[in-house]
């Protein structure tokens, strides 16, 4: 992968361009993404330019053999290690029992989450982590000298599930071997250890902008339109926006435009058909319902206090958020956001949807009538 096909992120990059050309490459890395703003795309792009036969003041030149087998993920001098788990119980497991695996995932996807990875694997209910002899293997690979005499790269995904076992690293993060560069990266900073991150050079990654994620899919074919309310509603992460882009913006719409009408007028049997639909979509998809919903809410507010091109409402959207302002005000709409959050984690936690949606669209029919 190459840094122009990394989405945003242009102060890091360049950043990490600057250390290579003046030499001053720190040897240990923090990179902390959330999901989907480009932590394992900006390590697969630095670690080519690392390798790069011809690596030009912008990029990796792409061409050169060390390119093209960095960017097929089979570079003798880039590794990884990521969340597994074992294939036969009771045996010990390591990345490079799915290396293969990982390939075709990355390949697919490099925005993927851990969830996509590990659901890739069909791991079911099986956790993945980074064991102590994931650790010890780290170690022993990094010891020996690179294959084609430049530099070795260590990238370490998902670096949270290295728990305490991480401890094994720290004199490896402290004196690593010459021209040897680790990259670790973490979505939640609070689940690293202190004496992993003080031992590394932290990037904070930021939310991917509207523009970014927009351009990102008109370069899949996706109309403009299209692309920006799904950029609208990615919430600054283009795996969301990929997730997204898996249902059309009406569908998702409608939803809401049923599930309101039928909340507001007290229309029973509408209602319980909205829900018997909806719960039968699926997780993902009732997942998708609550994110739109706040969504949708907090831009209802920002219609008071914001300039109209700064809402990120569509004219459809405004239409019906227009309505919602007949019935409540400011305060009750505010209140109705929190209820949402709430349902939505009960909704992460696979609690029954059918629940959640009745109790939620009672409840916010009574907040935004002032009746509770």
Request: some cysteine.
């Amino acid at each position: 992968m190459q840094f122009k096909e990394v989405i945003g992120q242009q102060e890091i990059k360049q950043q990490l361009i600057n250390e290579v050309r003046t030499d001053r490459i720190p040897h240990a890395q923090m990179f902390l993404s959330r999901t989907g703003t480009g932590g394992l795309p900006m390590a697969l792009a630095f670690s080519q330019y690392l390798v790069c036969d011809a690596p030009n003041e912008s990029d990796s030149c792409g061409e050169c053999p060390s390119c093209r087998k960095a960017a097929q993920l089979i570079h003798p001098d880039i590794h990884f290690s990521f969340p597994a788990f074992p294939k036969k119980s009771g045996k010990p497991h390591f990345s490079s029992d799915y290396i293969q695996e990982w390939r075709k995932a990355v390949a697919q996807q490099p925005y993927q989450s851990e969830y996509d990875w590990l659901q890739f694997l069909d791991a079911g209910n099986k956790q993945g982590n980074i064991t102590a002899n994931e650790c010890r293997e780290i170690i022993r690979r990094l010891q020996l000298k690179s294959f084609e005499g430049k530099f070795k790269v260590q990238i370490i995904w998902m670096a949270e599930s290295l728990g305490k076992e991480g401890n094994i690293l720290l004199k490896l993060l402290e004196e690593p071997p010459a021209d040897t560069i680790l990259i670790l990266i973490a979505e939640n900073q609070e689940l690293i250890l202190n004496t992993i991150l003080s031992r590394t050079q932290v990037k904070s990654f930021h939310d991917l902008s509207i523009d970014d994620i927009k351009e990102a899919l008109m370069q899949q074919d996706i109309e403009a339109e299209r692309a920006e309310n799904i950029a609208f509603l990615a919430d600054g992460s283009f795996h969301k926006a990929l997730e997204l882009l898996k249902t059309t913006s009406n569908d998702i719409f409608n939803w809401m435009e049923i599930w309101l009408t039928a909340s507001m007028n007290r229309q029973a049997n509408d209602l319980v058909q909205f829900i018997t639909k909806l719960s039968g979509e699926g997780r993902e998809m009732n997942k998708q319902f609550f994110e739109y919903a706040l969504h949708f809410f907090r831009e209802c507010l920002a219609l008071k206090f914001k300039s109209p091109d700064k809402v990120k409402l569509t004219l459809k959207e405004r239409s019906l958020a227009q309505k919602v302002w007949q019935i409540g005000n400011f305060d009750r709409i505010a209140r109705v956001i929190p209820l949402i959050e709430e349902r939505h984690y009960h909704v992460e936690r696979n609690v029954n949807v059918k629940y959640i949606l009745m109790d939620l669209s009672i409840q916010t029919e009574k907040i935004l009538r002032g009746k509770m």
